[in-house]
């Protein structure tokens, strides 16, 4: 079973602090095991968010308090010597890109000047416009949904289009407080169908990512009708946690084998 998706910020950069992730891995079961972070924790990836945070000053204060408080080059040093040890399992380091429309530029340059390479990256949205949609279910109010839905998938679409990422992560977290939209299932299969084509022409695969279930009552993992267009169109499927510490690896995958939705 693979974990794709688990994340190390809560931790040091120590083979001691990796070797917690791997021995719950073994415990779930979890034979490969992907460690990343997200891009906003590091000092080098902040310009990325320079316009979003002259947008919006809730985004501001956040990225205050959690932004750029690590280093890349320690990221990177750390992974190399990660590599070197052995934990019984196949560990693989990456990178959680925060997609930004306007930003595509800024997201290459980085990508691709990095000084030590990932084995992946993986796109992710967290941001419609300037709405951070899946922080707090206060900053819904007052807005529309089906707005909302729409620009959220055709912001996925240009990820997949974008040719910058292996894979993308939780196709639709949008729903984590329970917002759907009002418009008909047709269109939104309309969506689905859009965002798996162009995932499959991308050779990108999709997370199967249990993580929002653990913060919301939303369920684990994709809506079925996403997953079928996933399946559909071909497109590879990747078991992921989203644990942020070592305790939640593997938590919600095998659950994922057992129902068949990999």
Known sequence: MTDAHVHLERGPYTPAWAA???????????TELCLLEHSYLFQEFLPLYDDLRRRSSFIDRWLSRKGGTRSLNDYLRFTETVRSLDFGRSVRFGLEVCFLPDSLGTI??????????LDFTVGSIHFIG??????????????DADRA??????????????GLFDGLAH????????H????????????????AEALAKAGMYAEQNSGIARRTSAEAGMAPTLYAAM????VRIRTASDAHCPEDVGKGVREFYENGVV
Do not use: C, M
């Open 149 to 162: 839905y729409r620009q959220f998938f055709g912001d996925s679409v240009r990820l997949a289009e974008s």
């Open 130 to 143: 300037d709405f951070a949609f899946d922080h707090t279910p206060e900053l819904w109010e007052g807005v």
């Open 20 to 30: 917690e992730f791997a021995a719950s891995a073994e415990n779930a079961g979890i």
């Open 180 to 195: 759907t939209p009002s418009f008909a299932a047709e269109e939104l299969d309309g969506w689905y169908d859009r965002l």
């Open 108 to 117: 290459e340059h980085l990508l691709k000047t990095l000084p030590v390479p």
């Open 231 to 234: 399946k559909r169109h071909g």
């Open 171 to 178: 196709p639709d977290s949008l729903k984590l407080f329970g």
